[in-house]
């Protein structure tokens, strides 16, 4: 057996995918190797090609009916079997929450290390894989490598950018793999109603906090949000205490990056920041100046709410020409 | 009757860290140790099917550090039996390894129906010691639990996941994580407290299992730690000014548009 040679990628979320090739493909230059796309599937031999475009030198495709149900069963022994096969050295899973499964089954069945939620990567001069995550509640970032391969790492949505597709060439390698057999059965599938754009999509987003009083109130932050063409998004406290809302912005919620967040009567507690950390400008409207919100914003405005929010929706549509 | 499992972890009470602003080193020394939040929603899930279908609710748990507070107060929540499985050597053990060193006590458990975790822990969040014990016992799993049904010996469990609700049904035995969805821990009665110190803990340590040391701790972990510092703030913290709230709204509202950040 020679040297584990090669940055493999797999999610079975598509845009995850191409996004994970466009950090592996830095990683693959930098160890010299090649970057190798998983597809897992029914009927995906037209997506090959795709994958290819958005920088994969190869791509390991196994069609198999049985992937439709997403079983994690049969995404764990597929991802097993050809990691066995081919010793890929990095492996990187998309985070979601089936991706985080099969990933800490995989690492499980060949005996190797997995981080998880990986939101920095990169290669140090040993050659090794640099995993980079958000732990203790979001207070810290651990840095990590593994000292058996492969060295697999899961990540995030939208951590980091997918390449320009191109038109280049790359190989199919078709593998026939025996599929275990799952042993959980799904019953039922019910769809959650996705909002217009999800939070995690928006490219501004307008936050309430404990110090909006009243759930009616949250209409002075819908207005502003549609004056900057974004989406309203809510602490923990008014979903898990008043019971407002089901989907907050945190640690244990929805973490964004949008190109603006303004987080009105926000604290700012250490797991909401986490949540909000890596969003490109941060407005801070709160009444309590020891707010710790304001330590982590670029603009902030020491005032109540329910005076400020109106105006700068007023301000925004008179300079935009808004009627 | 099930016997159920509950697998409990002592945690870092993550809101008590500090931050050495100099070093951006994070200061644990004081932070007071916790039950996992959501390791509680699975030992009351567990103890609710007890209540309905009678049963055993035995809890695990594998720490470095002594952790009898966290037996105990799982007792006192309504557990029959606590394992406190404590040895030093457990330090920087890694998610391969924890979920090893579970395996190998459950293992000395004898049969179990179920067996119940949190969906991660609250200090360290990587999820990843539920699905790795399933496989290490060879049973199926079913993850992000937030609906949890028992009939026989068939469990039905609705996951959580991030664009549907996904039901899966599985045989026992059969382990599953739960979210904070699931239920609302129940706070122990202080007769519940006193009853729980007649209760059972029993502890072991590495001599009590059939362990090589050379699979555990730095040795058996496959990840290793460089370094774990506070992140940068690098925010600018620009106060807007103004006489009026009018004129501080304008203010911020030129200095948005001027960043290029609207979505329109």
């Known amino acids: 057996m020679g040297e584990p040679k090669g940055v493999w990628v797999f999610s079975e ?51 198999n009916p049985q992937f439709k149900n997403l079983h994690a069963e049969s995404y764990v022994s597929a991802l097993t079997s050809l990691a066995k096969q081919y010793e890929p050295d990095v492996l990187l899973i998309g985070s979601t929450k089936r991706g985080k499964e099969v990933a800490s089954r995989v690492a499980t069945r060949l005996e190797t290390g997995c981080v998880p939620d990986c939101t920095h990567l990169s290669i140090d001069e040993n050659k090794r894989l640099l995993m980079g995550r958000m732990v203790y509640g979001g207070n810290a970032v651990a840095t990590h490598f593994s000292c058996a391969k492969p060295q697999i790492a899961t990540v995030p949505p939208r951590a980091f950018e997918k390449l320009e597709y191109k038109e280049r060439k790359g190989e199919i390698i078709k593998v026939d793999v025996e599929l275990e057999q799952p042993r959980t059965e799904v019953v039922e599938v019910k769809e959650i109603e996705a909002a217009k754009v999800k939070i995690e999509e928006a490219k501004v987003v307008v936050a ?22 974004g989406q309203v998004a809510y602490t923990r406290p008014l979903c898990e205490d ?19 967040y303004i987080g009105c009567g926000i604290s700012g507690v250490i797991q909401h920041v986490a949540g909000i950390r890596d969003s490109q400008i941060i407005v801070a409207i709160n009444k309590d100046p020891e707010a710790p919100i304001f330590e982590v914003a670029d603009y902030m405005i020491e005032g109540d709410l329910y005076e400020i929010v109106p105006a700068l929706s007023a301000a925004l549509k008179k300079l935009l020409k808004i009627s | 009757m ?32 916790k039950i996992s939040d959501f390791d509680k929603n699975a030992l009351e899930e567990a ?19 002594d952790a009898a507070m966290t037996s105990r107060e799982t007792l006192a929540i309504g557990a029959d ?79 959580s996941l991030e664009d549907c609700y996904e039901t ?6 059969v382990l599953l994580t739960v979210t904070g969805e ?80 609207i979505g329109r």
Do not use: H
């Not at chain 1, 309430?208 to 063409?229: N, P, S, T």
């Open chain 2, 81 to 159: 039996k606590a394992y406190l499985v404590n040895d030093p050597s457990f330090e920087k053990s890694d998610t391969l390894v924890t979920s090893y060193i579970l395996s190998e006590v459950i293992k000395k458990l004898g049969e179990f129906d179920l067996i119940l975790c949190g969906e991660a822990s609250v200090d360290s969040y990587s999820a990843q010691v539920g699905p790795r014990l399933a496989e290490r016992l060879g049973i199926p799993q079913i993850t992000y639990v937030r609906k949890l049904s028992l009939d026989g010996n068939v469990v039905t469990g609705e996951r």
């Open chain 2, 2 to 33: 099930p016997r159920i499992i509950v697998c409990v972890k002592q945690a870092l009470d993550v809101t008590e860290l500090r931050v050495d602003s100099a070093t951006r080193l994070i200061i644990a020394a004081g932070a007071s140790r």
């Open chain 2, 182 to 261: 699931i239920n609302e821990p129940r706070i122990p009665s202080l007769m519940a407290i006193m009853k729980a110190s007649k209760k059972e803990i029993v502890k072991w340590n590495m001599r009590d299992l059939s362990i090589p040391e050379e699979k555990i701790g730095v040795k058996g972990s496959a990840i290793q730690v460089t370094e774990v510092l506070a992140p940068k703030v690098e925010r600018r913290k620009i106060v807007m000014k103004g006489e009026t709230v009018e004129e501080v709204a304008e203010e911020l509202a030129k200095a948005l548009i001027e960043e290029g950040v």
């Open chain 1, 208 to 229: 309430g906090g404990r110090g909006v009083e009243k759930k009616e109130d949250f209409k002075i932050l819908d207005e502003l949000a549609e004056v900057l063409g």
């Open chain 2, 47 to 65: 103890i609710r099917l007890k209540e309905k279908q009678g049963g055993e609710v035995v809890v695990v748990t594998v720490s470095p550090e």
């Open chain 2, 168 to 173: 899966v049904r599985a045989k026992t035995p």
């Open chain 1, 13 to 63: 979320n598509k845009d995850l995918t191409l996004e994970l090739l466009g950090k592996g493909n830095e990683l693959a230059d930098k160890l010299q190797t090649e970057l190798a796309a998983v597809l897992l599937g029914q009927n995906v031999e037209n997506q090959a090609n795709e994958l290819i475009g958005f920088g994969a030198d190869r791509v390991y495709m196994v069609d």
């Open chain 1, 242 to 260: 008043r019971k407002w809302f089901t989907d907050w912005v945190g640690l244990s919620g929805n973490k964004i990056k949008p190109a603006l």
